[in-house]
């Protein structure tokens, strides 16, 4: 079946050349015609301030609503400094907060879609264990296996700046996207 699930993208690496929209570019292909991905950007996000939280700032509520319209989400990661992007986790932050007092949290049982990578070696594992732990902690179903990581992604540019994954990188991604139609079914 095609496009059988729309799912929402988001880039943990907020400027305009960055290299985890680059990658969700790659998970788009790789969900081929099972799923269409779009990314929802969040830059214009505030930073969360309890004192700012009602009435919701009008970035927030437009997310929020952008999010309703999908199945599910992948986020893409960059790490920075061994940790998850602070803008990321802001976004996470206003997600983990109800739109009125009492209502279930706004990614709750939303299924995720989880990749990082990293400049260095690492790929970004060490965040990507915080990132599936708040993700968890905020009652998201999050995808546990597969699992991918991306290290040393500038290597993996060309000399135009597109990217251009290694036949490993690649599977590993396929694998991801592949497994994960079948993971956003069981919630269906
Ligand atoms: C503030 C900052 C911190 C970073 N910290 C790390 C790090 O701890 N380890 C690493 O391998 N790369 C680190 N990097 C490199 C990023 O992982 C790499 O540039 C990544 O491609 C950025 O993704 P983006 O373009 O989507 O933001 C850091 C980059 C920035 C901007």
Redesign the pocket.
């Known amino acids: 079946m095609s496009n059988q699930y729309t799912i929402a993208g988001i ?5 305009q ?7 969700l570019n790659e998970v788009s292909k790789a969900l081929g015609e099972q799923a269409s991905l779009t990314e929802i950007t969040y830059g214009d996000i505030p930073i969360y301030n309890q004192d700012i939280e009602f009435p919701t700032p009008e970035a927030v509520a437009r997310f929020r609503n952008e999010l309703k319209q999908y199945d599910a989400m992948v986020i ?8 998850i ?1 602070g803008g990321l986790k802001n976004l996470l932050d206003w997600l983990s907060r109800p739109v009125n007092a009492g209502d279930p949290k706004p990614i709750l049982d939303y299924p995720v879609l989880v990749l990082s ?6 790929g ?1 594992m060490v965040p990507q264990e915080s990132l599936r732990s708040v993700l968890a902690y905020l009652g998201a179903n999050v995808m546990p296996q597969p699992r991918a990581s991306f ?1 040393g ?2 290597g993996m540019l060309d000399e135009h700046g597109q990217l251009q994954l290694n036949e490993a990188s690649k599977g590993f991604l396929n694998a991801s996207a592949t497994a994960f139609i079948d993971y956003i079914a069981k919630f269906k």
Do not use: D, Q
């Open positions: 880039s943990g690496g907020l400027s050349n960055s290299m985890s929209r680059k990658f893409v990661m960059p790490e920075y400094n061994l940790s992007p990578l990293s400049a260095g070696i690492s970004g290290g992604v500038y």
